[in-house]
C-alpha cells in the first residue's frame, strides 16, 4: 500500500533550526491529514491535523502545510529541540473509508544539541 | 489529559492459542480501533468499531480477529488461533468522531507467537 509515502528514513538537524519533514500521496479522496510523532515503546502521539479544505494549520512551533494540486503536505518545526528526536508518521483519511487512516512509512528525526 | 490504555503491554504465545488484548478507551469517544505494525513495517489498519458494530475493516481482519466492547469501558482484540505472522505491536485508538478528528492511541501490546 503506497497511498502515502514518507520518502526520507531520516533527518538530521540541528538545535534550534527548523526541521522539515515531507509526505507525499496518491488518493485524491483522502482530505484529511494528520502528523504524529512516536517514541520508542510508546504509541503514535497526534501532533497536528489539516483538512484539505485549508493549506496551512499551525500550532505552536508545528506548521503542517498542504498542497493538494501536487499531493504533498510537510511538517515545519521550528525551533527545533532534542525532545522532538522521534519517528514522525503522516496519515491520511477520507472518502468512504472515514475511519481508517493510511500511515507514511515514518522519518526518524534527531535533533542534535 | 486523557488517554487511552492498553494491557499487557508484552504477551506472548505459542502458535495456535487464543489471545485477547484489551483496551480502555478515552471516557467520551464513541469510535474505537485496532491497529497494528508488523516489525519494520508501516502502522496499518485492522478494525473501526462504533455503537456496538464494526464499522470497518481491512483485509487483514479476517474469521481469526474478533472486536468486542463488553462493558461500558473496555475493548477487546481477540486473535482465535495465533500464527507467527501475527507477531506485531497492536494499537487500539479511539476518536470523538468520524470525521475530522485524530485518533488518540495507546502504547501498545506487544504479541509474540513463538
Known amino acids: 500500500d503506497q497511498q502515502v509515502k514518507q520518502n526520507s528514513p531520516s533527518l538530521s538537524v540541528q538545535e534550534g533550526r527548523i526541521s522539515i519533514l515531507n509526505c507525499d500521496y496518491t488518493n485524491s479522496m483522502f482530505d484529511y491529514f494528520l502528523w504524529y510523532k512516536k517514541y520508542p515503546a510508546e504509541g503514535p502521539t497526534f501532533l497536528i491535523s489539516?483538512?484539505?479544505?485549508?493549506d496551512k494549520n499551525e500550532d505552536g512551533r508545528f506548521t503542517v502545510f498542504l498542497n493538494k494540486s501536487a499531493k504533498h503536505l510537510s511538517l515545519h518545526i521550528v525551533p527545533s529541540q532534542p525532545g522532538d528526536s522521534a519517528v514522525y508518521f503522516c496519515?491520511?483519511?477520507?472518502?468512504?473509508?472515514?475511519?481508517?487512516?493510511?500511515f507514511g512509512q515514518g522519518t526518524i528525526l534527531t535533533v542534535h544539541p | 489529559e486523557p488517554e487511552v490504555t492498553q494491557t499487557p503491554s508484552h504477551q506472548v504465545t505459542q502458535m495456535g492459542q487464543e489471545v485477547i488484548l484489551r483496551c480502555v478507551p478515552i471516557?467520551?469517544?464513541?469510535?474505537f480501533y485496532w491497529y497494528r505494525q508488523i516489525l519494520g513495517q508501516k502502522v496499518e489498519f485492522l478494525v473501526s468499531?462504533?455503537?456496538?458494530?464494526?464499522?470497518?475493516k481491512s483485509e487483514i481482519f479476517d474469521d481469526q480477529f474478533s472486536v468486542e466492547r463488553p462493558d461500558g469501558s473496555n475493548f477487546t482484540l481477540k486473535i482465535r488461533s495465533t500464527k507467527l505472522e501475527d507477531s506485531a505491536m497492536y494499537f487500539c485508538?479511539?476518536?470523538?468522531?468520524?470525521?475530522?478528528?485524530?485518533?488518540?492511541f495507546g502504547n501498545g501490546t506487544r504479541l509474540t507467537v513463538t
Open positions: 485508538a479511539s476518536s470523538e468522531i468520524q470525521g475530522n478528528s485524530p485518533l488518540h
Open positions: 471516557s467520551n469517544h464513541l469510535y
Open positions: 496519515a491520511a483519511k477520507g472518502g468512504t473509508s472515514y475511519g481508517k487512516l493510511t
Open positions: 468499531f462504533y455503537n456496538n458494530e464494526i464499522s470497518e
Open positions: 489539516i483538512s484539505s479544505i485549508k
